[in-house]
Structures are given as C-alpha cells and as structure tokens.
C-alpha cells in the first residue's frame, strides 16, 4: 500500500455515481468532502487535478428525456449538465478560496500532437497560478466517449499528459473485488488490495458500469494499464466516505495498482 506523501502530481478522477444521486441532483455531502480533502493536498504542496464526471447525469434535473438515452440526447443533457457540474464545484471550492478553470476534453485531444500541445501548456499554467483545472469530457461533441467510458480513460490519459505520479479513482464501490458477487456484498476479504500486474483473471473480476456511469470497473483497469505503461500508480476508493483522500494515507478500503 503506497502512501499520499510519495507523490508529487495528483489526478483525481470523480465517478457519475458517486457525484450524482439517481435524481439528478449533487451530492452535496459528497462534494463537500472530496472538496476539503482536495483542499488538505493543495496544502501539502500537491499539484492537483481534478477529472469529473456527472454532466449528462446531472442534466436530468430540469431537462425531462427517457432514461436511455440517444446520443443527441446525451449530448444535450451534458450541455445543460455540465454548467450545474461547474456550478457545484465552484461553490464547494470558493469555501476554501480555491479558484477553478474548466477544461472540455476528448481523449483524442490527448493523443494529437498540436491539441495535446495545447490542452498541456494550459493546464500547466492554471497550476503555475494556483488555479484547480476541472476536466470533463467534451460530451456534447464526443461520440464514442460517451457510448464507451465514464472519464476514466480520458483521467488516465491526462495524468499521462501531465505526467502525474498518481491517479486516484473514487467510485461508487471501495475498488476492485474479486468477483461480480463481491462487488454487492462488498466483503471485506474479497477486496484485492494490491495489483502489481494487469492479467487476465484481474480483467475477469471487473464487473458491469452502473446506470449512472457509463465505465465500469471494466475501464479503471483498461485506465491501470495506461498508468503502469506510463510509470505512474493508481488507486480506486470509494469517493462516498468521510474523507475518502485522505483516509488512503491510513487503513482505508482501496486498490492500489503499483507496477513492481
């Protein structure tokens, strides 16, 4: 188990279901929570940023569609979504006179030579003048991002980016159980704490995304191994704790993913 101090550069990618309630509406207990420990890192000296989720889940609240939803229809929750997201953040953030910047990416942004150039020298500099990116997907134009991920991959893809040492993933589970069974019980015994290596029965034991979250525990470990590709750890916790950060640096319920 890896300890927060080791690193240096911190992604904090924040799950639809953890975000959301089934409403429509923030969690704002939640929120409150992952705020004040974002807060505890920047004090730390960490470099953070953040990779959320819960534009389209949080487009439901004044926008009335069907639950399965087309892709037009996605995309116009996520433009409607996305500034209640923003909204929420920047009220949980201003408490501790965090300043936000919103950045709307696709992971293909991440991968073109002049986009990626781009979408790096401006995250670097909101860090370079103490402003928190918040990072999305670029919903209401994407296509295959919202049919195939909840943010997970474009959270591993940003942390290679900016060659952060450490990608944190909160979900709506405490992180990767050794069967689908496991995953609704979560039993404590079944939870695997250590993944040093992306194999095939590690692929087994990853179940389906919720209804809120399009990615699943299937994408946290295609995000793994991103991360371990590009020297960097990760860890999925649950992000519907009391201090669900901060509670890493302890006995906290999480799989850490640590290439060896």
């Known amino acids: ?7 240096n550069r911190i992604v904090i990618k924040i799950g639809s279901a953890v975000l959301a309630n089934p409403n429509g509406k923030v969690n704002q207990t939640v929120l409150a929570a992952i705020s004040e420990d974002i807060a505890w890192l920047l004090k730390k000296g960490k470099d953070v940023l953040v990779v959320s989720s819960g534009a389209i889940a949080l487009g439901r609240k004044n926008i009335n569609l069907p639950e399965n939803l087309s892709l037009p229809e996605s995309q116009a929750m996520a433009a409607h979504g996305q500034i209640e ?3 929420a953040w920047k009220k949980h953030l201003n408490k501790y006179s965090i300043v936000i910047g919103q950045i709307l990416l696709t992971p293909r942004d991440t991968e073109l030579k002049i986009s990626s150039k ?5 995250i670097e500099k909101l860090l370079e003048v103490g402003c928190l ?9 994407a296509t295959d991002e919202i049919k195939f991920g909840d943010n997970d991959l474009l959270a591993a893809k940003v942390a290679k980016l900016v060659k952060a040492d450490l990608l944190i993933i909160l979900s709506s589970v405490n992180g990767l159980y050794d069967s689908e069974e496991a995953v609704k019980t979560q039993k404590s015994e079944a939870l695997v704490k250590e993944v040093t290596k992306i194999s095939s029965r590690i692929k ?3 179940g389906q995304a919720s209804n809120m979250g399009k990615g699943g525990m299937i ?11 590009n020297k960097s750890d990760m860890v999925i916790a649950s992000g519907i704790r009391n201090k669900p950060i901060r509670s890493l640096n302890g006995k906290g319920k999480a799989t850490w993913f640590v290439k060896k």
């Open 133 to 141: 990116p918040i990072i999305n997907e670029n919903d209401t134009t």
């Open 85 to 87: 997201l923003m909204s």
């Open 204 to 206: 087994k034991m990853a």
């Open 118 to 122: 781009n979408a790096k020298q401006t």
């Open 1 to 7: 188990m890896s300890n927060l101090n080791s690193y």
């Open 219 to 229: 994408s946290k470990i295609d995000a793994a191994e991103i991360c371990f590709k």
